[in-house]
């Protein structure tokens, strides 16, 4: 009964707007109505407005940077409210089982087990280039390919394999989840305190020409990114690494 | 075959995706294959937002000093809407998993019959 | 526009990719080959001309497999 109906209705979902197509534009066009309105004011005005030749990151973080102070907003909320929803579930006793369960059912099962090297040795290489590349990736965003979210995603990255890979082994400082949710939400008010330095210099909201310092006009833009895009990497980095953390208490793992 | 591919083909398989994810949440009993197919429905979205942006004979939009046309470029606008989509995708996978081991914790069980049984047995 | 093409072949993989999410028992499975279904989109937006997103879609992909299997360490791989 159920799939019956499933199929129904994704075969009038399929059929329906199949006659519509005509109203969509061809792919490809460059004349076509998304092609030709305000989008062209960004491509033309990318280097003499904002001062940055990478055309994404100037679209997120100064064309319409009020929209990605709330999405870094939704993700620090998303953090948060891991945290929250499983605050009252009781903690796991053991994490690390020792010796592991898949390993002794291999023992028992006459296979040979391998104690793999790779997993401690290439992890320990492996994280200060990827940190490395991050950093790379956020100060250098605004000119080649890369900025803000990505450097957060790959911060958090590094945290999650130093976590995961050897449990009761870590390279980097352990940051309890209290702590990772604060760095989120610092990163949110970095974004919302280069808003309100324009403010104070006498623009609008994230107005980057009006932040209260003397500098040509092109440094302003390239400051006010700069900054947007630290606080989107604190925000990013911070969040993934709380909801790590809040799923690491509940689960167990094999050594 | 181009011309059809542009016309219609490549909006044809995009709503074919999308009608695969919506069939896999309907199908499916286990929880977190229906988180599952809630990400694949999600790639549909994004990527019929990316067609619109498509141009014949445009690079990638990062400018270089001998190209000021637009036409040279393609279309940033959507790349830079979908970029923030994706990475707020994760956010609602994690807010997703948390569901899923509260759910897991209350009813013993991630399938919907067993839950649905057990709520029976309550009343 | 030979991109055309090569985007409809990588769509109808991902749709073969999908209904093996779709019917497979495993939990496991499931969650690896949506690993798989990840890396063939960030192939897809390459060859669209966002390298940007690209990029966001690699490391997001690779971020939520590993929140998928954290879970699945703490539920049953079997399903009904």
Known sequence: ???????????????????????????????????????????????????????????????????????????????????????????????????????????????????????????????????????????????????????????????????????????????????????????????????????IGGGLFLEYEKFPWNVPLLEQHSIGILMVEIGVTLGVAGTIVTIMNVLLEKVKFDK | MELFLAEKGIYFLTLLLLGVGLAGIIVCSNYMKKLICMNIMQVAVIFFFLCLGQKAGGTIPVAM??????????????????????????????????????????????????????????? | MQILSLEAILLISLIVIALVIIFVDDLMTAVVVYCAFSFITMFLYIVMGAPDVAFTEAVIGVLSTIFFIMILRSIKRKTK
């Open chain 2, 65 to 123: 000093d001998s190209m000021i046309n637009a036409a040279d470029y393609i279309n940033p606008l959507p790349h830079g809407l979908m970029l923030t989509a994706i990475v707020v995708s994760l956010g609602t996978t994690g807010v997703g998993l948390a569901l899923l081991y509260r759910i897991k914790d209350r009813y013993g069980s991630i399938e919907e019959k067993d839950i649905i049984e057990r709520e029976r047995e309550k009343k």
């Open chain 1, 1 to 199: 009964m159920r799939k019956v109906f499933s199929v129904i209705v994704i075969c009038v979902a399929l059929i329906v707007p199949f006659a519509m197509f005509e109203v969509m534009p061809q792919i490809g066009d460059p004349n076509s109505a998304p092609n030709s309105h305000v989008s062209v004011h960004y491509i033309e005005n990318t280097q003499s407005i904002a001062n940055s030749p990478n055309m994404v990151t100037s679209v997120i973080v100064d064309f319409r940077a009020f929209d990605t102070l709330l999405e870094t907003t939704v993700m620090f909320l998303a953090g948060v409210c891991v945290m929250i929803i499983l605050a009252g579930v009781y903690k796991t006793k053991k994490r690390v089982i020792d010796p592991g369960e898949s390993k002794m059912l291999r023992v028992r099962s006459g296979e040979k087990v391998f104690r793999s090297i790779n997993k401690d040795v290439i992890i320990t290489l492996l994280q200060p280039m990827i940190l490395v590349y991050a950093v790379y990736v956020l100060f250098h965003g605004e000119v080649s390919l890369g900025g803000g979210f990505q450097a957060g995603a790959l911060i958090g990255t590094v945290l999650l394999l130093d976590a995961m890979a050897v449990p009761d082994k870590r390279n980097f400082p352990n940051i309890t989840k209290g702590t990772s949710a604060m760095i989120a939400g610092i990163g949110t008010f970095i974004y919302a305190t280069a808003g309100i330095l324009t403010l």
